[in-house]
């Protein structure tokens, strides 16, 4: 005669909500909130700079308050106009304040250089190649269709950006999309120490947040991003 057999152990899954009543195909981790301290692991993960030296995550924000920008990937028409105003910010802003301003990709850190160059993004700028700190924070993977608005920070359509992002992709050394195309981004206020005090997750491309808005809440003044008239790289 056959015993009882016992009911299979279920992992819980988390996610983030949203709107849909779908269920997540995989887990997706629900990452530290805000007003949650980070956790030491998460900022002992390391990142590169533009030359690949690892630099722990948690030094970046160890001393002083950061406004840490996670952007998709380097090639990412979208994130390239959104860098492109976040180089506008004076650096005397931000040394007022005590903030750091940090953008953090996804590509191998040899790409590094050349976007800061087509930005003319001055601030610091790493890359987690592997995307390991954007899984433990819960970035999105994947795009979700919400309205996000108009932009300030998007000049182009999706037609004459695209053909853009592409035009790099050929042109440049290697042909790659400089990191998951996937991968969404995201925009947290961070230390000093392992403190959160605001992060916002990109539901798609579209979703990152004003920029003024967040300097707003770091006590960074606000800025004219129409003073300056935009390079245009052809």
């Known amino acids: 005669m056959q015993g009882a057999m016992a009911a299979p152990i ?19 981790p629900s990452g530290p909130e805000s007003g949650q301290p980070l956790a030491a692991s998460v900022a002992d993960l390391p990142v590169l700079d533009a030359s690949g030296r690892r630099v722990l995550f948690g030094a970046l924000f160890r001393e002083r308050r950061a406004v840490v920008v996670f952007v998709r990937h380097f ?14 910010i004076p650096k005397s802003f931000l040394q007022e304040a005590n903030v750091t301003l ?30 390991e700190i954007y899984k433990r924070l819960g970035m999105k993977r994947g795009e979700e269709i919400a309205s996000s608005g108009q932009s300030p920070h998007i000049k182009s359509n999706i037609l004459s950006g695209s053909i853009r992002s592409l035009w790099r992709a050929v042109t440049g ?10 991968q969404q981004g995201g925009t947290l206020i961070l230390g000093p120490g392992n ?16 920029i003024n808005s967040v300097l707003q809440l770091v006590g960074v003044q606000h800025v004219d991003f129409t003073s300056r008239p935009s390079v245009i790289h052809v």
């Open 102 to 131: 940090i953008v953090i990709g996804q590509s191998s850190y040899h790409h590094i250089e050349p976007f800061c160059k087509l930005t003319g993004y001055s601030h610091e700028i790493y890359v987690d190649p592997e995307r």
């Open 75 to 88: 090639l990412c028409y979208i994130c390239k106009e959104y860098v492109d105003d976040l180089a506008k």
């Open 195 to 210: 403190n959160i005090h605001f992060i916002h997750r990109d539901r798609n491309r579209l979703d990152h947040k004003p």
């Open 10 to 28: 279920v992992a819980p899954v988390t996610r983030q909500i949203s709107s849909r009543a779908a269920p997540a195909p995989v887990p997706v």
């Open 173 to 182: 050394p290697l042909f790659d999309f400089q990191g998951d195309p996937a």
